[in-house]
C-alpha cells in the first residue's frame, strides 16, 4: 500500500498531511547524520503523517488562516520569539525540521509521539522484585521532545500564559 503524502504549501492544500516530501526528510536526516532514519518509503512516509497529527495537536501561537485547514499550518498572527511577524501564507522552517525530528522518533518507536496513556500516565509506584519507580506529583505523562519544542521556540504558546499584544 503505497502512502500518498499531500504537502502543506502554504495556500491551504486540501487534504495536507505534511509539511514536507520524502526526499526533503530524507535529505535532512542525510545531512545530520541520522543513522536511524530506515525503512521503506512507505514506513518513512507513515512516520511523516503520524509526526504531522503530531504538530497539529500542539499549542501554536496566531490562529490558521482557513477553517479548510487540515494542518496547524499556514497561520496568522504569528510573531516569533524576535517580534517578527511570519506571513500568513508561509510555513516556518522549524516547523519542517520540526516534522522531520519527530518523524524520525517515530521511526525509532512508533506511537511514541501520541501514546495511550493508562489512568493518565502518571504511575505512582511501580515494583518489580528489588526495582522500583515513582514519579513526583508533578511528573508530566508523557515524553518530551526538547529536540522538537526547542526547534518551534517562539511559535508555540504557553498553555499558562497570554500573548499580550499592543494595538
Known amino acids: 500500500m503505497a502512502i500518498v503524502l499531500v504537502v502543506e504549501t502554504g495556500r491551504v492544500v486540501a487534504g495536507a498531511n505534511t ?18 532514519w ?14 504531522g497529527q503530531y504538530l497539529n495537536g500542539l499549542a501554536w501561537k496566531g490562529a490558521r488562516t482557513a477553517r ?19 506571513a500568513a501564507d508561509e510555513i516556518p522552517q522549524a516547523v519542517r525540521d520540526a516534522q522531520c525530528e ?4 517515530e521511526i525509532e518507536a512508533r506511537g511514541s509521539l501520541q501514546p495511550n496513556l493508562a489512568r493518565g500516565g502518571q504511575v ?4 518489580t522484585d528489588v526495582l522500583e519507580t515513582e514519579y ?18 517562539g511559535l508555540l504558546s504557553c498553555a499558562s500564559s497570554r500573548e499580550l499584544v499592543r494595538s
Open 102 to 105: 519527530a518523524a524520525l522518533r
Open 136 to 153: 513526583f506529583e508533578s511528573a508530566t505523562p508523557r515524553d518530551r521532545f526538547t529536540a522538537i519544542t526547542d526547534m518551534l521556540w
Open 38 to 51: 530506515t525503512g521503506t518509503e512507505d514506513e518513512k512516509a507513515v512516520a511523516l503523517v503520524r509526526a
Open 68 to 86: 479548510a485547514n487540515a494542518m496547524a499550518w499556514p497561520r496568522g498572527g504569528v510573531m516569533d520569539a524576535e517580534g517578527q511577524e511570519w
Open 19 to 36: 509539511f514536507v516530501t520524502l526526499a526533503e526528510a530524507n535529505a535532512y536526516h542525510e545531512a545530520r547524520g541520522n543513522a536511524a
Open 124 to 127: 505512582k509506584r511501580k515494583k
